[in-house]
C-alpha cells in the first residue's frame, strides 16, 4: 500500500482531514480495487458523511445530559412488555414523528426502565442527527423558577426550543404552583408547534389534567400534547440486559 503523503499533507493544511482519513482508507482496502474512480470517489465522500454525522452524533450525547447515555432499544425484552407493540417501537426508531413534531408518553411505574428506553430512544434520535436534552421534570420547573428571577427566561425558552426531541422525566403537575403552571406553558406552547417531547409518567397526560385548573395549559396538553402522541406502557418489572 502506498499513501502519498503529500496529499494527505495537503488536506491536514486546507483543514480537510476526513478527506485525508478517506484517502488512506480508500488504499488501506483491497475492497475498492475494482471500482472506477467515479466510485472511489463516492465512496470516499461516503466516508466522509458518515464521519461527519458520527461526529456530529458524539458532541450531541455530550450535551444530551442522558442518565443512561449507553441505552439502546435493542437491550429490552420486549416480551415481558405486550403492552409496547415491537411495530409502534420500530416506527418511532425512525425518528420520523420528530421531523413530524409529535411526542413519545411511556407510562409506568418503573422509573429506572422508563427512562431507560426513552434513553434509548433519544441516542436513536442522536445517532440520526437530532438535537436532544434530558431534564428531570423537577429540575426543568426549578430552572425555569431561577431564569425568571435572572430576567434570562425568555433566552432560556427560546434556547428549549430549538431543540429537537426534549425529555422529560417524572412528570408531575401535582405539586406545581400557580406560576409554574404559566412557565410550563411557556415551554410547551412553541413545542408542540416545531418540536417533539418524550414524556415518562406513572400516568397519562389526560389523567394529570384533573389535578389542575388553568384552561391555556390544559388545552395546550390535550391538542398540542397528548392528540399528537404515541403512548407506550410499562408493566412493573422489565428485563434490560447489559452487555
Given at each position: 500500500?502506498?499513501?502519498?503523503?503529500?496529499?494527505?499533507?495537503?488536506?491536514?493544511?486546507?483543514?480537510?482531514?476526513?478527506?485525508?482519513?478517506?484517502?488512506?482508507?480508500?488504499?488501506?482496502?483491497?475492497?475498492?480495487?475494482?471500482?472506477?474512480?467515479?466510485?472511489?470517489?463516492?465512496?470516499?465522500?461516503?466516508?466522509?458523511?458518515?464521519?461527519?454525522?458520527?461526529?456530529?452524533?458524539?458532541?450531541?450525547?455530550?450535551?444530551?445530559?442522558?442518565?443512561?447515555p449507553c441505552s439502546d432499544v435493542s437491550d429490552f425484552d420486549l416480551n415481558k412488555q405486550p403492552g409496547i407493540k415491537l411495530s409502534v417501537l420500530n416506527n418511532l426508531m425512525t425518528c420520523s414523528w420528530i421531523?413530524?413534531?409529535?411526542?413519545?408518553?411511556?407510562?409506568?411505574?418503573?422509573?429506572?426502565?422508563?427512562?431507560?428506553?426513552?434513553?434509548?430512544?433519544?441516542?436513536?434520535?442522536?445517532?440520526?442527527?437530532?438535537?436532544?436534552?434530558?431534564?428531570?421534570?423537577?429540575?426543568?420547573?426549578?430552572?425555569?423558577?431561577?431564569?425568571?428571577?435572572?430576567?434570562?427566561?425568555?433566552?432560556?425558552?427560546?434556547?428549549?426550543?430549538?431543540?429537537?426531541?426534549?425529555?422529560?422525566?417524572?412528570?408531575?403537575?401535582?405539586?406545581?404552583?400557580?406560576?409554574?403552571?404559566?412557565?410550563?406553558?411557556?415551554?410547551?406552547?412553541?413545542?408542540?408547534?416545531?418540536?417533539?417531547?418524550?414524556?415518562?409518567?406513572?400516568?397519562?397526560?389526560?389523567?394529570?389534567?384533573?389535578?389542575?385548573?388553568?384552561?391555556?395549559?390544559?388545552?395546550?396538553?390535550?391538542?398540542?400534547?397528548?392528540?399528537?402522541?404515541?403512548?407506550?406502557?410499562?408493566?412493573?418489572?422489565?428485563?434490560?440486559?447489559?452487555?
Open positions: 500500500m502506498y499513501i502519498n503523503k503529500a496529499i494527505t499533507k495537503r488536506c491536514q493544511s486546507m483543514r480537510m482531514k476526513p478527506f485525508a482519513r478517506a484517502y488512506v482508507r480508500l488504499l488501506s482496502s483491497d475492497e475498492f480495487d475494482d471500482l472506477s474512480f467515479d466510485e472511489r470517489l463516492i465512496s470516499m465522500l461516503d466516508f466522509m458523511q458518515e464521519n461527519r454525522l458520527l461526529q456530529k452524533s458524539e458532541q450531541i450525547k455530550r450535551t444530551a445530559n442522558l442518565p443512561y421531523k413530524r413534531a409529535h411526542h413519545v408518553v411511556i407510562i409506568g411505574s418503573t422509573e429506572k426502565g422508563k427512562n431507560e428506553l426513552a434513553c434509548g430512544i433519544a441516542n436513536q434520535a442522536i445517532n440520526k442527527g437530532h438535537s436532544v436534552t434530558f431534564f428531570e421534570f423537577k429540575q426543568l420547573i426549578f430552572e425555569l423558577r431561577i431564569a425568571q428571577q435572572k430576567k434570562t427566561l425568555t433566552s432560556f425558552i427560546k434556547k428549549l426550543s430549538k431543540i429537537e426531541l426534549l425529555i422529560l422525566s417524572d412528570w408531575d403537575l401535582s405539586y406545581l404552583e400557580l406560576i409554574d403552571f404559566y412557565l410550563l406553558f411557556s415551554v410547551l406552547e412553541s413545542r408542540v408547534v416545531s418540536g417533539s417531547l418524550l414524556i415518562t409518567s406513572t400516568e397519562s397526560i389526560s389523567e394529570g389534567l384533573n389535578q389542575i385548573d388553568d384552561p391555556l395549559l390544559t388545552n395546550c396538553l390535550t391538542v398540542g400534547v397528548e392528540d399528537k402522541s404515541h403512548t407506550l406502557r410499562f408493566k412493573d418489572v422489565i428485563n434490560v440486559a447489559h452487555h
